[in-house]
């Protein structure tokens, strides 16, 4: 069992940055592959970003792409996503999730709001 917690979401104007960081419990965390989604009012929960258990290899959303980076700290076992020039259309709750097989989630957390303001 993992247990996931989010946290860094908040308000921020556009143009901005944020960091979340999402702290896993356990002593396998190095083991799964992690995940970040987001999940706009009305809109379904989308992919953002996610990492291989190793931290080698990286994947991102179009809409992400070069503007937000993923990375890992096994031996803190925190994942983060740094968010840079922030849009008023990244507001969204941000969840994060691990998956022993990439892609197939299997822990979810409670996940973080994140406002951006124009």
């Known amino acids: 069992q993992v247990q996931l917690v989010e946290s860094g979401g908040g308000l921020e104007q556009a143009g901005g940055s944020l960091r979340l960081s999402c702290a896993a419990s356990?002593?396998?965390?190095?083991?799964?592959?992690m995940g970040w989604y987001r999940q706009a009012p009305g809109k379904e929960r989308e992919f953002v970003a996610d990492?291989?258990?190793?931290?080698?290899?990286?994947r991102y959303a179009d809409s992400v792409k070069g503007r937000f980076t993923i990375s890992r700290a096994n031996a803190k076992n925190t994942v983060y996503l740094q968010m840079n020039s922030l849009k008023p259309e990244d507001t969204a709750v941000y969840y994060c999730a691990a998956a022993l097989n990439r892609g197939i989630w299997q822990y979810w957390g409670q996940g973080t709001q994140v406002t951006v303001s124009s």
């Open positions: 990492i291989s258990s190793s931290g080698g290899n990286t």
């Open positions: 356990g002593r396998t965390f190095s083991t799964y592959a």
